[in-house]
């Protein structure tokens, strides 16, 4: 027995020596063959260009890996110690190629034929690199010698700190800091031991243990990961107890903020215009103007008011309709995948009908929760709840729906918006963007229009009109005549025009300050008719306006040219900073991976050499867009603020397609736009102060909480006469005292007219 066991064990020997051998030979043969690391030694991973908020919230990632390159000196002992002891325990003991291991998984494989690695980290990072991911013998041999190559010439923290920032580890997420903010949304820095030990689970199979995917699976190998620890004495069984008991709450897939999308996109330009392609590599850090808080009380300010708008109009029917299978255990099933492809558009959740009533509808949400909608929830959709609705637009059972969810907690029934818009906020005295809202759904188009879609500003625009008036020697007091015009058109072929207030009635002489409160038309078509179309044009682009965009017509004074709401934004800062023009700015800094500063801007106040028009000017006109936030057309804004530093201007365009508002207290100018892509009515009595002007007042309600009210000090050249201020040299007995007052009266209204008018100034 024991001389078969001594010839047993010689015949081990002698196979071993001769495998030894033959390896030993293959090597000496493939040695001249394994290439140069130099991509390791110079190592430069790929990193995604990343956009911050000025506040620190990530809003957008470009790049096709997610990767946040950490040094190993910043990446916790607990990640390295977890690590380690499940990928490569002899890591700091061995010269690359671990033949401890190597030995146990021959003889293991032997045993009970199965394969069992014995891969080292330094032999992963080999294969990464340089080598196909095909399991056969000559891969094995060059990952081996790769491996002897790559310890020569590397430190071993410096290969750890590679493979730490350049493994696979799921979603798109390359390196534990990127896995980390990708399954816990928090930084590497802060994970515990429980979290540590699911993310050095991933790198054997990260499709398998994926958290977000198949939470069971990675529950299983954090425990191994964490006995593999108490093996290697690097936690204590009681650590080991206490990490397997704690809670772990997973990003179930990691989502950047729709309310950043369109702003994050626009700086994503902006970079990639200066770097070319290489921008989503270098690992460039973009810190924005934009605040987080501002940011998503302009989202939610504009959705909120493109929905608002959005129920007042006819239910155009369902979106889709699904069969429900008759069995209960069936329609789960069948619902969520359905919903698959009408996904929640934030607070405007998809919903599928289960029972429909003329009184209540029952619907199933994504998440597989069930709610009832009845009484004012079904305003909207009344007519599309009959038996003999037309059934291009009928709500039975199947259909897929929207739904929103009401502060008390009621549901109503509405639908995906048409009508789009955009908002846009900045500092008039640095030009800092502070807030950018582009359009109500990033995800349905990238499509910025707060700074790309070109529209009427309407009456919005008059205020420009007035700053040109008040040099010429108008005045707030100025008298001018509210009655009808005929204008002929150029072309000499007789046409007219015969421009109308917005409420279809003339009333007569009245004060540039009151027709600027009430925005009247016919006063600045007076104006610029007296001042001259071409001066009027020149007049409006030194605040920064495209002449070739803005007509040199009379019909310049009701804003028929085009402008972007960014654009009208920074225009309206001059009257806000006290006549300065200053340039938007939204990029405050870009850095490089490792932190240095490429690129800033600095917040300043606008200096002399920037000055467009006279601090006077721009105070009196002020002046007259106060009294529009006060007695006017915007006197909402007053009425739900309560404060007395605010100025701004209302517009709708012609036939009520597009709806502004525009306006600021002094340290703050926001622009609020809603319209349709493809001009078209938004309704019967849907305009500026209706649509545009509630949006504009639920931003500044957040935006302004705690801002002390600020009111302009009078400049040098303006005096005060009776409650009024005027220019020195335009005062009431030398300023231009009336306009058009050789033109017909209006004709009084009619009783019915009165009416009316009435009931439209109550609306």
């Given at each position: 027995?024991?001389r078969?066991l001594?010839?047993?064990?010689g015949?081990?020997?002698?196979?071993?020596?001769?495998g030894?051998?033959?390896?030993?030979?293959?090597m000496?043969?493939a040695?001249?063959?394994?290439p140069?690391i130099d991509?390791?030694?110079?190592?430069?991973p790929?990193?995604?260009?990343?956009v911050f908020t000025?506040?620190?919230?990530?809003?957008?990632?470009?790049g096709?890996?997610?990767?946040h390159?950490?040094?190993?000196?910043?990446?916790?002992?607990v990640v390295?110690d977890?690590?380690?002891?499940?990928?490569?325990?002899?890591f700091?003991?061995h010269v690359g190629v671990?033949?401890?291991?190597v030995l146990?998984?021959?003889l293991?494989?032997l045993?009970?034929?199965?394969?069992?690695?014995?891969?080292?980290?330094?032999m992963?990072?080999a294969?990464?690199f340089?080598l196909p991911?095909?399991?056969t013998?000559?891969?094995?041999?060059?990952?081996m010698?790769?491996?002897?190559?790559?310890?020569?010439?590397?430190p071993?923290?410096?290969i750890?700190e590679?493979?730490?920032n350049?493994?696979?580890l799921g979603?798109?997420a390359h390196?534990?800091?990127?896995a980390?903010?990708?399954?816990?949304?928090?930084?590497l820095?802060?994970?515990?031991?429980?979290e540590?030990a699911?993310l050095?689970?991933l790198?054997?199979?990260p499709?398998?243990?994926?958290?977000?995917v198949?939470?069971?699976?990675?529950?299983?190998r954090?425990?191994h990961?964490?006995?593999?620890?108490v093996?290697n004495?690097?936690?204590?069984?009681?650590?080991?107890?206490?990490?397997?008991?704690e809670p772990l709450h997973?990003r179930?897939r990691?989502e950047?903020?729709?309310?950043?999308r369109?702003a994050?996109?626009t700086?994503r330009?902006?970079v990639?215009?200066?770097?070319?392609a290489?921008a989503?590599s270098?690992?460039?850090?973009v810190?924005?103007?934009?605040?987080s808080?501002e940011?998503?009380?302009?989202?939610?300010?504009l959705?909120?008011?493109i929905?608002?708008?959005?129920r007042?109009q006819?239910?155009?029917g369902?979106e889709?309709w699904v069969?429900?299978?008759?069995s209960p255990t069936?329609i789960d099933a069948?619902i969520a995948?359905?919903?698959?492809?009408?996904?929640?558009?934030?607070?405007?959740?998809?919903?599928?009908?289960?029972?429909?009533?003329?009184?209540?509808?029952?619907?199933a949400l994504?998440?597989?929760?069930?709610?009832g909608?009845?009484g004012?929830g079904l305003r909207?959709a009344t007519a599309?709840?009959?038996?003999?609705?037309n059934?291009?637009?009928?709500?039975?059972?199947g259909s897929?729906v929207?739904?929103?969810?009401?502060a008390?907690g009621?549901w109503?029934?509405?639908q995906?918006?048409?009508?789009s818009?955009?908002f846009v906020a900045?500092?008039?005295?640095s030009?800092?963007?502070?807030?950018?809202v582009?359009?109500?759904?990033?995800a349905r188009?990238?499509f910025?229009r707060?700074t790309?879609?070109?529209?009427?500003p309407?009456?919005?625009?008059?205020?420009f009109?007035y700053s040109?008036?008040?040099?010429h020697g108008?005045t707030?007091?100025?008298v001018?005549n509210?009655a009808?015009?005929r204008l002929?058109?150029p072309?000499g072929?007789?046409?007219t025009?015969?421009?109308?207030?917005v409420?279809?009635?003339?009333?007569?002489?009245?004060s540039l300050?009151?027709?600027v409160?009430?925005?009247?038309?016919?006063?600045p078509?007076r104006?610029?008719r007296?001042?001259?179309p071409m001066?009027?044009?020149?007049?409006?682009e030194?605040?920064?306006?495209?002449a070739?965009?803005?007509?040199?017509?009379?019909?310049?004074?009701?804003?028929t040219?085009t402008?972007?709401p960014?654009?009208?934004?920074a225009?309206?800062g001059?009257?806000?900073n006290?006549?300065?023009?200053?340039a938007?700015v939204?990029?405050?800094?870009i850095?490089d991976?490792q932190?240095r500063?490429i690129k800033?801007?600095?917040?300043?106040?606008a200096?002399?050499a920037?000055r467009?028009?006279?601090a006077?000017?721009?105070?009196?006109v002020g002046s007259?867009?106060?009294d529009?936030?006060?007695?006017?057309?915007a006197?909402?804004a007053?009425q739900?603020?309560?404060?007395p530093?605010l100025?701004?201007k209302?517009?709708?365009?012609?036939?009520n397609?597009d709806?502004?508002?525009?306006?600021w207290q002094?340290?703050l100018?926001?622009?609020?736009w809603?319209g349709h892509?493809?001009p078209?009515?938004?309704?019967?009595?849907?305009?500026g102060?209706?649509?545009?002007l509630?949006v504009?007042?639920?931003?500044m309600?957040?935006?302004?909480?705690?801002?002390?009210?600020?009111?302009?000090?009078?400049?040098?050249?303006l005096v005060?006469?009776d409650g009024?201020?005027y220019?020195e040299?335009?005062?009431p007995?030398?300023?231009i005292?009336?306009l058009?007052m050789?033109?017909a009266?209006?004709?009084?209204?009619?009783?019915e007219?009165?009416r009316?008018?009435?009931d439209?100034f109550r609306s």
């Amino acid at each position: 027995m024991l001389r078969r066991l001594v010839a047993g064990l010689g015949v081990a020997v002698a196979a071993a020596g001769a495998g030894l051998l033959l390896v030993g030979v293959a090597m000496a043969v493939a040695w001249p063959n394994v290439p140069e690391i130099d991509e390791l030694i110079d190592y430069r991973p790929k990193l995604p260009l990343q956009v911050f908020t000025s506040d620190g919230v990530l809003l957008g990632e470009y790049g096709e890996e997610r990767r946040h390159y950490v040094p190993m000196d910043r990446i916790p002992q607990v990640v390295e110690d977890a690590v380690l002891s499940v990928e490569d325990a002899r890591f700091y003991d061995h010269v690359g190629v671990d033949f401890i291991r190597v030995l146990g998984a021959g003889l293991r494989n032997l045993v009970d034929f199965r394969s069992e690695g014995a891969s080292t980290i330094t032999m992963q990072v080999a294969r990464n690199f340089y080598l196909p991911t095909e399991k056969t013998f000559t891969r094995k041999l060059y990952e081996m010698l790769l491996a002897f190559k790559i310890e020569s010439q590397l430190p071993k923290r410096r290969i750890l700190e590679t493979y730490m920032n350049h493994i696979y580890l799921g979603e798109r997420a390359h390196g534990f800091a990127a896995a980390s903010e990708t399954y816990f949304g928090k930084p590497l820095a802060e994970v515990s031991l429980a979290e540590a030990a699911v993310l050095a689970g991933l790198p054997q199979a990260p499709a398998t243990h994926n958290p977000a995917v198949n939470p069971e699976r990675a529950r299983q190998r954090q425990l191994h990961v964490l006995e593999r620890m108490v093996r290697n004495g690097v936690i204590s069984p009681a650590q080991r107890d206490a990490a397997a008991a704690e809670p772990l709450h997973y990003r179930v897939r990691f989502e950047l903020p729709d309310y950043g999308r369109h702003a994050a996109e626009t700086a994503r330009q902006m970079v990639f215009e200066h770097y070319g392609a290489d921008a989503y590599s270098r690992g460039l850090q973009v810190v924005l103007t934009i605040n987080s808080v501002e940011q998503q009380a302009a989202w939610q300010a504009l959705r909120k008011g493109i929905l608002d708008h959005e129920r007042r109009q006819p239910y155009r029917g369902p979106e889709a309709w699904v069969d429900l299978p008759p069995s209960p255990t069936e329609i789960d099933a069948r619902i969520a995948e359905a919903l698959t492809k009408h996904p929640d558009n934030d607070e405007l959740r998809a919903a599928v009908v289960l029972q429909v009533g003329p009184q209540r509808v029952i619907a199933a949400l994504q998440n597989g929760e069930v709610v009832g909608i009845d009484g004012a929830g079904l305003r909207q959709a009344t007519a599309a709840l009959a038996e003999d609705a037309n059934r291009r637009i009928q709500i039975r059972r199947g259909s897929v729906v929207r739904l929103l969810r009401e502060a008390s907690g009621s549901w109503v029934l509405t639908q995906q918006p048409e009508v789009s818009g955009a908002f846009v906020a900045l500092d008039p005295h640095s030009g800092a963007i502070r807030a950018m809202v582009g359009g109500f759904d990033p995800a349905r188009s990238q499509f910025n229009r707060a700074t790309q879609a070109w529209r009427q500003p309407g009456s919005s625009f008059k205020p420009f009109i007035y700053s040109a008036a008040l040099e010429h020697g108008y005045t707030p007091s100025t008298v001018i005549n509210d009655a009808p015009l005929r204008l002929e058109l150029p072309g000499g072929d007789g046409r007219t025009w015969e421009p109308r207030n917005v409420d279809g009635r003339f009333d007569g002489p009245m004060s540039l300050r009151r027709s600027v409160a009430t925005s009247k038309n016919i006063a600045p078509i007076r104006l610029i008719r007296a001042l001259g179309p071409m001066q009027a044009r020149q007049w409006s682009e030194r605040f920064g306006f495209d002449a070739e965009r803005q007509p040199a017509t009379p019909s310049l004074a009701l804003g028929t040219g085009t402008v972007t709401p960014l654009q009208l934004a920074a225009a309206y800062g001059v009257f806000a900073n006290g006549g300065h023009r200053v340039a938007p700015v939204l990029i405050r800094r870009i850095t490089d991976a490792q932190g240095r500063l490429i690129k800033a801007w600095e917040p300043r106040r606008a200096d002399e050499a920037e000055r467009v028009i006279e601090a006077r000017n721009a105070f009196l006109v002020g002046s007259l867009l106060q009294d529009v936030t006060r007695s006017g057309t915007a006197a909402r804004a007053w009425q739900a603020l309560q404060r007395p530093d605010l100025y701004g201007k209302t517009g709708t365009t012609s036939d009520n397609m597009d709806a502004w508002f525009a306006g600021w207290q002094p340290g703050l100018v926001a622009v609020a736009w809603l319209g349709h892509d493809e001009p078209r009515r938004l309704g019967e009595r849907e305009g500026g102060a209706t649509l545009a002007l509630p949006v504009w007042i639920d931003f500044m309600r957040e935006a302004l909480r705690g801002v002390p009210v600020e009111l302009p000090v009078p400049p040098d050249g303006l005096v005060q006469w009776d409650g009024e201020w005027y220019y020195e040299e335009y005062t009431p007995s030398t300023g231009i005292p009336t306009l058009g007052m050789e033109d017909a009266p209006p004709p009084a209204p009619t009783e019915e007219e009165r009416r009316g008018i009435l009931d439209l100034f109550r609306s």
